[in-house]
């Protein structure tokens, strides 16, 4: 029996042997993965969103011997004067701009116009402390209808599709003012408009997320300073308008400041593909 059972066990590990000789080997090919994105190339897009900012107009004269003001009307305008003027609007436009790709980092620069939608007045009064009740108006008002940067950006990326970055560069933008003064002592009135294509600078920061076809979308927070401008004036007429009085001379300023927060879609033209495995 024992020699029966050590001659079926020879008998079936020379099978195996033979049957592990004759099969021959096999390869299985690693399957490719899926091209990551590069960020490398130009690309278009619009966006959308809201702003809020503020302004701080001025209006001021100065005292004149021969003028129409006495010594201690030209500060009361000039503390009447010092207004401040608010605004918020919904905003959007159109961006074009080109990315480079190094490594984790991007490099960018960006230009965009939109619409901005500053716009606001404000109004005071005051009383002559020489001659109580008599007494003088200033009005202000304000706006800016469009708005443009052109910012280089700075990011890194969190994942393959996911930028976060960093913008600053210049912002640009049409300023207007609009300043009139009048005043119950003689029916003076004193008027003055300030335009101005303003050349201040932008910063913020924001994020991208690609998501395929070249398509990305962002988000992007920015805050803009348009710095300040000036206007004189020296047409004050005094008494229903039948006497000049060009000796006052009248300044007039305004500043402009606004965050913005908006969001957007991108499209990217081509650019390399880099495939791993």
């Known amino acids: ?32 993965m899926a091209p990551a994105y590069n960020w490398t190339g130009f690309y278009v897009g619009a966006n959308v969103g809201g702003q809020w900012g503020s302004a701080d107009p001025t209006t001021s004269t100065v005292f004149d011997p021969a003028g129409y003001f006495a010594t201690s009307s030209v500060p009361a305008i000039a503390a009447v004067g010092a207004q401040r003027i608010n605004s918020s609007s919904a905003t959007g436009g159109f961006t074009a701009g080109y990315n480079w790709q190094l490594n984790n980092a991007v490099l960018g620069l960006e230009g965009d116009i939109n619409y901005f939608g500053f716009k606001g007045s404000a109004t005071g ?3 002559y402390p020489c001659c109580a009740p008599t007494g003088f108006t200033v009005s202000s008002q304000v706006s800016a209808d469009w708005l443009a940067t052109i910012r280089g950006r700075i990011g890194f990326l969190a994942a393959p599709t996911w930028l976060v970055y960093a913008t600053g560069g210049v912002a640009i933008a049409e300023v207007r003012g609009n300043f009139n003064f009048t005043d119950t002592f003689s029916a003076a009135t004193e008027s003055a408009a300030i335009r101005d294509t303003r050349l201040g600078w932008t910063a913020g920061v924001g994020t991208e997320y690609a998501f395929g076809g070249g398509w990305s979308l962002k988000a992007e927070y920015l805050y803009v300073d348009l710095g300040r401008t000036t206007a004189t004036s020296t047409n004050l007429m005094t008494f229903a308008g039948a006497v000049p009085s060009p000796s006052n001379v009248y300044t007039h300023s305004v500043d402009l400041r606004s965050n913005i927060v908006r969001v957007g879609v991108n499209y990217k033209f081509g650019g390399p593909v880099v495939a791993r495995y």
């Open 1 to 32: 029996m024992k020699k029966f059972l050590l001659a079926v066990a020879s008998v079936v590990l020379g099978t195996a042997s033979v049957s592990a000789a004759d099969l021959a080997a096999r390869y299985t090919k690693a399957p490719m």
């Open 125 to 127: 009064s005051g009383v």
